[in-house]
């Protein structure tokens, strides 16, 4: 399409500028990728400070730039993540207004708060702390295809593997027992599967309050647990914790729980699913990662900008602030779209270009800045365990089926992966 025309055709559809910025308020567009990418695509080129009105949603400017959204995440004394760190309907922000919020984790604040609260687990998601993780993950790993290998040669990769691995890993992490697992495992995907009929316990607000109580019953309990029997997991550091002499209250204390146990949960199992879905999809690219094993860290990194997991985060304006040649006003707020930004052309050289030795490599799949993923380094350490571990085992994998991914405007990636493989045992 020649520059300057405001909309985009993909078949047989056009799109207008005006509603490519619906694409960020309907949770169908991410669950369609040639539609998102074509719509993203479109606001980079023609308004890359973008502000959408959806239906059903208080404004918001969508920012799609690479450039754009690295500079508002660097200042964060002007955009701040409070008091919108998430985009909700607009029935969520009234609820939110007029009860505060549910959870009150590391995204839901803002220094000094937030300084003292990441401070408390900071030490312990160093790679030096991390370093000693190293072979459980590994022999995590090892469970994690032996049991593929015990499927008889056909799975859904994204339901029966990618999902597993990570929540025992943060799971075994938090130290709670393998008996709760599934329970947690179902809690985190009515969490964050609340827009997907296959996923959430229902459609109503009520449902993900309900979700909500039951985290705080299993984690309040677990509290006191800690509290009365420390031990050396991350649930006993986080429990007894302390900031200016005092406790987190039983709020910051649980809502570190539910952002360990989510944070770390479905964005690693869209990370997996997806990466190996795009190995699937460029065998040239498998071949060269299975020939050179050495590239295991940049293909890492790629797969993780290649579905880039969480589709955004939000922040507010405390001051006016022109980026571009466009005013954002005290008050209003940015959506940062990530999966736009990690396929810049100003920012990646051929960004379609799905490349697993692609270096350098800036995505932004993790954020920056103060509030830059805290689990990035145990994300790649786990992506890294799993493929050294399965992709020298397969003789050979291919789609069983038709992939599917999930409807969402937050955090996803497929639901639905069916591989048919011969795996040595
Ligand atoms: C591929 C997997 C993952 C992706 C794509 C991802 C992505 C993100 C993103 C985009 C943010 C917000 C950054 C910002 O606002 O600038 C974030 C924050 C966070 N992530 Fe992750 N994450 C992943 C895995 C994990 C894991 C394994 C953990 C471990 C517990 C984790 C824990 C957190 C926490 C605690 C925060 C809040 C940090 C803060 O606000 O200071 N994440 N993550």
């Known amino acids: ?59 918001f400017w969508a920012i799609t730039r690479h ?31 007029e009860h505060g919020d549910m959870l009150r984790t590391l995204i839901h604040v803002d220094d000094p708060e937030h300084r003292q609260l990441r401070g408390v687990t900071a030490d312990w998601f160093l790679p030096k702390s991390l370093a000693t993780l ?16 015990g499927l008889g040669g056909e799975c859904d990769f994204a339901r029966d593997v ?42 109503s607000p009520e449902d993900i309050v309900a979700v909500v109580q039951d985290f705080f019953t299993y984690f309040t309990a677990l509290t006191e647990h800690r509290r009365a029997h420390p031990t050396d997991d991350l649930a006993s550091v986080v429990a007894n914790a302390t900031i200016d002499g005092e406790p987190l209250t039983m709020m910051q204390t649980i809502s570190y729980y539910v952002i360990a146990a989510t ?19 460029h065998p040239d690219q498998l071949e060269r990662l299975r020939n050179d094993p050495t590239l295991m860290n940049t293909a890492v990194d790629e797969m993780i900008r290649w579905v880039t997991p969480v589709k955004h985060f939000m922040r507010t304006a405390t ?26 052309e100003d920012a990646f050289v051929d960004p379609f270009r799905f490349d697993v030795g692609r270096t350098p490599n800036k995505h932004l799949s993790f954020g920056f800045g103060v509030h830059y ?53």
């Open 1 to 59: 399409m020649a520059p300057g025309i405001r909309s985009s055709t993909i078949g047989s559809m056009t799109m207008t500028v005006h509603e490519a910025g619906f694409a960020f308020v309907d949770p169908t567009a991410y669950a369609d990728e040639p539609r998102f990418e074509a719509a993203t695509a479109l606001l980079r080129r023609e308004s890359p400070v973008h502000w959408v009105e959806g239906p059903g949603f208080n404004p």
């Open 67 to 97: 450039a754009d959204i690295f500079e508002i995440e660097t200042k964060h004394q002007i955009f701040l993540n409070e008091p919108r760190p998430v985009l909700g309907t607009a029935a969520d922000d009234q609820r939110r207004k």
């Open 134 to 149: 190293d072979t459980r993950l590994a022999g995590l790993a090892k469970a994690t295809v032996d049991r593929m290998a």
């Open 162 to 203: 990618a999902i597993q691995m990570p929540l025992n890993v943060i799971l075994a992490i938090l130290g709670l027992p393998e008996s709760d697992y599934p329970r947690m495992l179902r809690l985190t995907q009515e969490l964050f599967g609340a827009a997907d009929e296959d996923l959430r316990r229902g459609g």
């Open 263 to 281: 944070a770390g949960h479905d964005t690693t199992a869209s990370a997996m699913a997806g990466g190996l879905h795009a190995l699937l999809e």
């Open 319 to 344: 001051v006016d602030y022109t980026l571009r040649d466009t005013t954002i006003e005290a008050g209003q707020s940015v959506l940062l779209s990530y999966p736009s930004g990690n396929r810049d």
């Open 373 to 425: 993923c805290l689990g990035a380094m145990l994300a790649r350490m786990e992506l890294k365990a799993l493929f050294t571990e399965l992709l020298p085992r397969l003789d050979s994998i291919e789609l069983a089926g038709e992939p599917a991914l999930m409807k969402t405007i937050f955090v996803g990636g497929l639901k639905r992966l069916p591989v048919r493989y011969e795996l040595r045992a």
